[in-house]
């Protein structure tokens, strides 16, 4: 299986082009679309007006490389960061670039994983997946530069999202690859035995974590976002070890819909089985 080389492709292999060229909307034969979306799901992304188109996903194996440490000293470790910043953006571009293949308008239920393997212990798989769908309205349901809309919302927040007059704009997210340095023999014996906060690894989280959310408030901002839902923070060591930390903030930047009908207002319901 070898990878396309065009710039338009992203370096998709060619069999995903022609699973994508296969169903595409004009493509004879084409009525089967393929999703990993629930049947609740399914029904109610129908319910908000959209169709599912098939399931997309994008991949990068990327060797992450080493970074010198300090024993004692907390700071972020910039070009580990940076790898996982670049390898998901890989993933997540090869995903998009598969949806407007098909010819969609959004990807939702979107999921960033990463999977290491026996064969490279500093190489590891970053994958993007999700659902792609289509409106059967003529609304601008695409980013401002023309490209699909992504989205980690679930079907029934998606539809949710909807109702309540806004859209989903872009998955937006912050990484930051934190090392927690070691706290010295005095500092240690001080609170020996003792009920006491550490200042030392208190500053280090509330530093990677800030890091982390600002970042993916940034690429909120220059989506044209007006806020973001859904966020997520989550923390892990991968393969560092337990004093270097990844903290993720991820989340669904989105936008007010032009002339959305006012929200609906709940009904109050009575009871009359006594």
Same mark, same amino acid.
């Given at each position: ?42 029904? %109610? ?31 972020? %470790? ?90 989903? %704009? ?34 280090? %989280? ?69």
């Amino acid at each position: 299986m070898s990878l396309s080389t065009s710039p338009e492709t992203s370096g998709l292999p060619a069999d995903a082009l022609v699973r994508l060229a296969d169903s595409e909307e004009d493509a004879p034969g084409a009525t089967i679309f393929t999703s990993d979306l629930s049947v609740n799901e399914f029904l %109610l992304i129908k319910e908000a007006g959209f169709r599912p188109r098939g399931l997309v996903f994008g991949s990068s194996i990327f060797h992450i490389g080493y970074q010198r440490r300090g024993l004692r000293s907390s700071k972020e %470790l910039g070009s580990l960061t940076q790898a996982m910043y670049t390898a998901r953006e890989l993933a997540m571009a090869r995903m998009e670039e598969e949806a407007k293949i098909l010819g969609a308008d959004g990807v939702v239920a979107v999921r960033l994983t990463v999977k290491f393997y026996d064969w490279g212990r500093h190489s590891a798989e970053f994958i993007a997946i999700g659902t792609a769908i289509s409106a059967s309205d003529k609304k601008k349901w695409r980013t401002p530069d023309g490209a699909p809309f992504t989205s980690d919302l679930s079907g029934q927040d998606f539809w949710t999202l909807i109702q309540t007059g806004y859209a989903p %704009l872009g998955l937006v997210l912050g990484t930051c690859v934190y090392r927690v340095g070691y706290r010295g023999p005095a500092s240690t014996a001080k609170t020996f035995m003792r009920n006491a906060e550490l200042p030392h690894f208190t500053q280090a %989280l509330y530093e990677a974590r800030e890091l982390a959310m600002t970042r993916m408030q940034e690429e909120a901002r220059q989506l044209g976002g007006e806020g973001i839902v859904g966020v997520q923070l989550i923390e892990n060591s991968h393969f560092w070890g337990s004093h270097v930390i990844e903290f993720l903030a991820i989340g669904t930047a989105v936008r007010p819909l032009d002339g959305a009908p006012p929200m609906p207002q709940p009904e109050m319901i009575m009871l009359l089985d006594g």
